[in-house]
């Protein structure tokens, strides 16, 4: 038995370490081809080591990638903080408290994740259309709060629903106000949850393509503009860019399980007797 046991344990950690494995060689061939010099324009195959790229990001045969960035940024930023206000705010009434359409909304929610990017992309745009609304910074903007919501309220919500409300409840005897029970207890507790929502939404954003393609109108964001640029030229300055973005999200990915931890830490506090 004990041997059957150590042999099951090993396959699985062999399974994990080359899905592990299988994930993380896309990301260190960017890495590496970060530091190529290629000959002409594609970056594809390697030639020779070079700091070229790394000295000038925002460089390269393709003019316009510094543009397209920022405003990616821009659009990740305004809609991450929107959608997460938004969605721990609908997370708090959807586990907190009881009212008509509850279950409704329950399921709604599911409805963005469950639908296409394609099909989504285009419904927004027949219904910027038909609203002559015009196409561009704000219809992006409007496009990724909306697709961002659902991750939100789903993350959000998995934190509440393990939440220990007698910590709410020892507060209040205290003489804590309803607000002070929520900055002091509630928030902190649920800030790890609320932080992971925040850069899943960022990272969705940033990354997201379809649904930008569909509504961008003459606004160019980085995916779009590497899609445009890649039937002309895909320099090592690209690269670099995604290397920055994922060696940026690997930081704060750390920075949310140590305060992850921190909470936990500070949930499993209690009392001593009397």
């Not at 062999?14 to 990301?27: K, M, S, T």
């Not at 409840?169 to 002091?184: S, Y």
């Not at 779009?224 to 994922?246: D, E, T």
Request: charged share 10%.
């Amino acid at each position: 038995m004990r041997t059957r046991r150590k042999l099951l344990d090993g396959f699985l950690n062999v399974y994990a370490g080359l899905a592990l494995l299988y994930l993380l060689v896309p990301i260190a061939i960017i890495i590496v081809f970060s530091f190529n010099d290629p000959r002409g324009r594609f970056n594809f195959i390697w030639q020779e080591f070079s700091f070229d790229a790394w000295t000038d990001p925002f460089g390269g045969p393709v003019p316009g990638i510094g543009d397209a960035l920022a405003t990616s940024v821009e659009i990740a930023v305004l809609s991450t903080l929107v959608a997460t206000a938004l969605g721990t705010l609908t997370a708090l009434a959807l586990v907190r408290y009881e009212f008509r359409g509850r279950a409704p909304v329950n399921f709604f929610i599911f409805i963005p994740l469950a639908t296409p990017e394609v099909v989504l992309g285009a419904a927004l745009l027949s219904l910027f259309l038909n609203f002559s609304v015009a196409t561009g910074f704000s219809t992006i903007l409007i496009a990724h709060i909306m697709f961002n919501l659902s991750f939100v309220i789903i993350t959000v919500r998995s934190r509440l629903i393990g939440f220990d409300r007698s910590l709410e409840e020892a507060a209040q005897d205290l003489g804590a106000t309803p607000w002070q029970t929520f900055w002091l207890v509630t928030f902190p507790l649920i800030l790890p949850g609320v932080i992971s929502a925040a850069l899943l939404a960022f990272a969705l954003s940033l990354d997201d393509f379809v649904i930008t393609n569909f509504t961008s109108g003459s606004t160019i964001t980085f995916p779009v503009f590497v899609w445009g640029a890649a039937r002309v030229a895909i320099p090592p300055q690209i690269y670099v860019i995604a290397s920055m973005i994922f060696l940026v999200t690997l930081a704060a990915m750390l920075l949310t399980v140590w305060q992850q931890r921190r909470a936990e830490r500070m949930a499993s506090v209690r009392p001593e007797p009397a």
